[in-house]
C-alpha cells in the first residue's frame, strides 16, 4: 500500500477555532495542515505561527495564493513556520521561477494550484518543466457550486505529469478515495472535515477511504461513472433542498428569493420541487384547479390569486393534487378548508384564510411569470417552503444555490457543536474582532 498525505485546509477566519479543529483532525488522521487563505487573510503570518507552535512535528501548508513577489512571501511563510507554501499557477513564470529560488533557500516545498488556469493540462505540464515540487489540481469552491468536477480534471493532469500531485476541491471521502486510484499524492480536504460536527469521526473516514477504498456498496460504478452523475441533475438538486431549511438557502442567496406573508397551513411541512405557475383574478379558482391537470408528479403550483377575501383553493382541490402526486400549492392569496387540509397533510402555503369561496370563470393564464409574494416565479424555478416560510430559486442557478446551501448547512452543524461544547455564540465567530470601529 502507498502511502497518501491527508492535508486538511482550514479555512476560517478565527484562530482560535482552527487550531481547535486541527487538533481533532490530526487525532483522526490527517498529516498536514494547511493555514487557509481566508485564515491568513484575516490573522496574516501569525497564524501560520500559531499552528506552527501547535503542532511543532505537523507539515504545515501555507495556502498564500501568491500572484507577485514570490520570493519575498515564501520567504515570509517560511520564516513564520511553513513547511510548504502555496501560490497560484497563473503568476507569471518569474514569480514562479523567485518562489522556487526561495523555497530551496530557506527548505520550504512549493506547491503551485492550477485553479482557474486557462489551459490546466499545458499550464501543469510547464511547472513541473519549471521544477516546482508539487502541482495542485483544484477546482474553486464557485466553480463546484456550478457543478464542475474535480476528478475530471484529475485524471487529464496525472496522464500528463510524472511528479507529485495534490488535490482540491469538494473532494469527501468517496472522492478521495478515487483520487488516490488516480494518482494523487496528497489529498486535500476542507469543508467536509472542517465544517463537520465531529471532525474527528469525519477525518478518520477519510483517512479510511484513501488507505483502503470506499467500500459497503457506496462506491461508484464500474466504468467510474459516480452514484451522483448517474442520478439526473434534477435528483442531485432536490436531494439536496430536501436536506437544508429555507434560512439555509436564503443565506445561501444573500437573503434573496424569500416570498413575503406566505406562511405554511401546518407545521412540520416540507416542500420541495419545480414550478407550475399560475396566474388568476379575484375568486375565480378555474386556472389553479386547471393547473392540477398540467403538473407532473412532484411539481409545485404557484399562484397569483390577487384578492384577500375569496379562496381559491380548498380541501378537494389538495386532494386531486395529492392524488396526482403534486408535491404542493404556494398561494399568494385566499385558501379555505384548513382543518381538512391539515388532516390531508399536503403541503399548502398561502397569505390568507377565509370561508367563502368564489366561482370558476376561467380567467388568467398557465405558466406565464408572475410575482408571487414580492418575488418573480417563471415555470421550472424551485420552490421551497418549509415552517419558516417559501423561497424560490432561479432554474439556472438551482444547482449551484443548492450545493451552496449545503455548505450552509454544513457550517451551521460545526457552530452547533462548539456551543454544545460550552462556547456563547458570540465566543465561536469572534464577533468582537469583527465589529465595526
Not at 53 to 67: E, G, L, N, Q, R
Not at 99 to 105: F, H, L, P, V
Not at 353 to 365: D, I, L, Q, S, T
Amino acid at each position: 500500500m502507498t502511502f497518501k498525505i491527508l492535508q486538511v485546509a482550514l479555512d476560517l477566519l478565527e484562530l482560535k477555532r482552527a487550531v481547535e479543529i486541527g487538533k481533532e483532525s490530526i487525532e483522526g488522521g490527517a498529516d498536514w495542515l494547511e493555514v487557509g487563505t481566508p485564515l491568513i487573510k484575516s490573522e496574516g503570518m501569525n497564524a501560520i505561527r500559531t499552528l506552527r507552535d501547535a503542532f511543532p512535528d505537523v507539515t504545515i501548508v501555507a495556502d498564500m495564493k501568491t500572484m507577485d513577489t514570490g520570493a519575498i512571501e515564501v520567504e515570509m511563510a517560511a520564516k513564520s513556520g511553513a513547511s510548504v507554501v502555496s501560490i497560484l499557477a497563473v503568476a507569471d513564470n518569474a514569480v514562479i521561477d523567485e518562489a522556487i529560488k526561495s523555497g530551496r533557500k530557506y527548505g520550504v516545498a512549493i506547491m503551485v494550484d492550477i485553479i482557474n488556469a486557462e489551459d490546466p493540462v499545458r499550464r501543469a505540464k510547464e511547472l513541473e518543466g519549471l521544477g516546482v515540487d508539487y502541482v495542485c489540481v483544484h477546482v474553486g469552491i464557485d466553480q463546484q457550486m456550478q457543478g464542475m468536477d474535480t476528478l475530471n480534471l484529475l485524471k487529464k493532469v496525472s496522464t500528463e505529469l510524472n511528479m507529485p500531485l495534490a488535490v482540491a476541491g469538494g473532494v469527501d471521502a468517496e472522492l478521495a478515495s478515487e483520487a488516490v486510484s488516480l494518482g494523487a499524492d496528497v489529498i486535500i480536504v476542507g469543508g467536509n472535515i472542517t465544517r463537520s460536527a465531529k471532525v474527528k469521526e469525519s477525518t478518520a473516514k477519510i483517512r479510511e477511504s484513501m488507505d483502503f477504498g470506499w467500500e459497503k456498496g457506496e462506491g461508484r460504478g464500474e466504468k467510474g461513472e459516480g452514484r451522483k452523475e448517474r442520478e439526473t441533475l434534477d435528483t442531485q438538486i432536490f436531494k439536496l433542498f430536501m436536506a437544508v431549511s429555507t434560512p439555509n438557502i436564503s443565506d445561501a442567496m444573500h437573503r434573496k428569493g424569500v416570498m413575503r406573508g406566505i406562511k405554511p397551513l401546518f407545521d412540520d411541512i416540507k416542500l420541495v420541487g419545480k414550478a407550475v405557475v399560475v396566474q388568476t383574478f379575484e375568486g375565480d379558482w378555474a386556472k389553479p384547479v386547471e393547473a392540477t391537470d398540467v403538473a407532473k408528479e412532484g411539481d409545485v403550483i404557484v399562484v397569483y390569486a390577487g384578492s384577500k377575501q375569496v379562496a381559491i383553493w380548498g380541501e378537494l382541490a389538495s386532494w386531486s393534487c395529492k392524488q396526482r402526486g403534486i408535491a404542493g400549492i404556494v398561494i399568494d392569496g385566499v385558501v379555505r378548508d384548513v382543518a381538512e387540509i391539515r388532516r390531508l397533510q399536503f403541503p399548502v402555503f398561502a397569505k390568507y384564510v377565509v370561508p367563502n369561496a368564489g366561482e370558476p370563470k376561467g380567467f388568467g393564464e398557465l405558466n406565464a411569470a408572475i410575482t408571487c409574494g414580492g418575488q418573480e416565479v417563471e415555470p421550472g424555478d424551485w420552490i421551497i417552503g418549509d415552517d419558516n416560510g417559501v423561497v424560490v430559486v432561479p432554474k439556472a442557478r438551482a444547482y449551484e444555490i443548492a450545493r451552496r446551501a449545503k455548505e450552509v448547512w454544513k457550517n451551521e452543524e460545526r457552530v452547533r457543536e462548539e456551543i454544545k461544547r460550552g462556547k456563547t455564540l458570540s465566543q465561536v465567530l469572534d464577533l468582537y474582532i469583527w465589529e465595526k470601529k
